[in-house]
C-alpha cells in the first residue's frame, strides 16, 4: 500500500502561481509513475502531469508550458510548479502514483482556486 498527502493549493489570482507537493509512504520502492490530475464537480478526474522514476514527464496541453512536474526520489515527493495560473485552472487537484503492476493510489485532494 501507498499513502499520499498533498499540500500546498489555496486561492490565487489569475496569473500567480502556486507549488503543489505530495509525499509518499509505504511500499514506495513499487512506485513506478506519480502524477497529478484535478476534477471540477460534474467533471471526470482529468490528468494534468505525470513523471516516471526514469524522469519523463507528460503534460496535458491546456498546462503545457505553465506547469512543471518534478519530483524527488531520495524524499519520496513529487511536485507540482504552476506558473500563469489561469480561473480554469480551478479544481480540486490529487496526487497519483502507479506501481509496476499499474495499481493506483489518490491523495485525499487539494483545492486550487484561480480567481478572475
Known amino acids: 500500500q501507498v499513502q499520499l498527502v498533498e499540500s500546498g493549493g489555496g486561492l490565487v489570482q489569475a496569473g500567480g502561481s502556486l507549488r503543489l507537493s505530495c509525499v509518499a509512504s509505504g511500499t514506495i520502492w513499487s512506485i513506478n509513475a506519480m502524477g497529478w490530475y484535478r476534477q471540477t464537480p460534474g467533471n471526470q478526474r482529468e490528468l494534468v502531469a505525470t513523471?516516471?522514476?526514469?524522469?519523463?514527464?507528460n503534460y496535458v496541453d491546456s498546462v503545457k508550458g505553465r506547469f512543471t512536474i518534478s519530483r524527488d526520489l531520495a524524499k519520496n515527493m513529487v511536485y507540482l510548479q504552476m506558473n500563469s495560473l489561469k480561473p480554469e485552472d480551478t479544481a480540486v487537484y490529487y496526487c497519483?502514483?502507479?506501481?509496476?503492476?499499474?495499481?493506483?493510489?489518490w491523495g485525499q485532494g487539494t483545492q486550487v482556486t484561480v480567481s478572475s
Open positions: 497519483n502514483a502507479e506501481n509496476w503492476i499499474r495499481e493506483n493510489y
Open positions: 513523471v516516471t522514476k526514469r524522469g519523463s514527464t
